[in-house]
Each structure stands twice: as C-alpha cells, then as structure tokens.
C-alpha cells in the first residue's frame, strides 16, 4: 500500500513546489532551482488567482501526526473500507507534500488517500494558480463540499477508469486532498466526495 501513497502524493508534489524555488528528484528529495521572483507573483492574500477563501476555517493540526483519525471506524464502515489504514507522516513525500494516509478493500478494488497539503502554504490558491499555469490539463471543475470550496482536478483524466481526485480547502493556508480508485468508473468522483464530506466532519468535531 505504501507504494500506492507514495504514487497518490506525487502526483501533486510538483504543486507543492510551485513558487518556492524547488524541483523533484527521482528519488523525492527536493533540489534548489530557485530565481527571483517578485512576491506579487505568487499566491497570497493580495492574490489567490480566483481561489475562494474559506469562510469558517477548520484546524487541522491534530491529524498532522495520526492522518488515519480523520475518518472513525464508523465513518469507514459507511464507505465499506477497513478501518486499518496506512499513514505516511515521515517519508520524503510526507515531509514536502504533506502526511497522508490510504485505506483499501481488496475485495472491491476501492482504495481511499487522503493528503493534508501542508507543503501548499496558500490553500487553494496554490491549486488556482496551477490551474492557470496549465497544470491541470485533464480536468478541473469548480465545486464546494459542505460550504466549502473544493476542485476536482488532476494532470489526466482518468475518471473513467475510477479515478477522481478533489482538492477541499479548510482554511486559506491549507488544503486536503481525497483521490478515490474503484470500479466504479466516473461515480468515483462521487465516492471522492462522500469521502471528503466525512473528513470534514471529524475536523469539524475535532476528532
């Protein structure tokens, strides 16, 4: 499972980098390619390229260091995974990207990641701002998840294979992100946000 964590948060780490000077190794560990930038080109408070800001910001911070406790044994019943999952909080993509934790059920084939975007330091503004970079070029669609503002969205399109990804923000400095692979085809952008729907509700409660 650790392979298909890993996997799930390089898909983003490119991301993570944006505006910070850095690119990505093979191996994961960052390498300076830094330039001058001026500030007014990156995402920040007078400049989140459209992004939402979140209205009710949730604190996070608990689940930095146990990202499985974001979703109960009930909760994960209810998307019928195991309530054993996989956490991540010290490789090299934890570290840059953010801690994260996967869930499986083997028999059906659903598998759940869940990325706390820590290495993201303007929320969805950093997704925004990719988005014009043309950094999504498979899909991109605008959504919120109970009030608040989210985007599907990835580098391909492979929803009809089962795979949907979705970026919520939960404050104006931090972003989580759901991908969901099933056999369910594109319902698996519903599953992503039934899952994200969940998550938001232990935040909500603190666990």
């Known amino acids: 499972m650790r392979h298909s964590l890993h996997g799930f948060a390089l898909t983003v780490i490119g991301l993570t980098l944006l505006g910070t000077g850095c690119t990505v190794t093979q191996d994961g560990s960052p390498r300076s ?17 459209g992004a939402p800001s979140v209205s009710n910001p949730l604190d996070a911070t608990k689940f930095l260091t146990q990202p499985c406790a974001a979703l109960s044994t009930t909760q994960l019943t209810s998307l019928n995974l195991t309530a054993q999952g996989e956490a991540d909080t010290t490789s090299a993509i934890a570290r840059n990207v953010g801690p994260g934790c ?3 059920n083997s028999s059906t084939a659903y598998t759940l990641g869940l990325t706390f975007m ?4 303007n929320g969805l503004a950093d997704f925004y701002r990719g988005h014009q970079d043309g950094r999504f070029k ?7 998840v109970d009030d608040y503002p989210a985007v599907y969205e990835n580098s391909t399109d492979n929803r009809k294979t089962g795979e949907c990804d979705l970026a919520i923000g939960i404050s104006d400095t931090l972003t989580f992100r759901t991908r969901v692979q099933s056999r369910d ?6 599953q992503t ?12 409660t603190g666990g």
């Open 33 to 49: 390619t830094a330039k001058p930038t001026s500030e007014t080109t990156r995402p920040g408070p007078a400049n989140r390229y």
């Open 193 to 204: 946000k039934q899952a994200a729907s969940l998550i938001l509700q232990t935040l909500k």
């Open 102 to 104: 996967i869930w499986q």
């Open 185 to 190: 085809g594109e319902k698996s952008c519903d």
């Open 138 to 144: 498979g899909y991109w669609i605008e959504t919120t």
């Open 118 to 121: 820590v290495g993201n330091k």
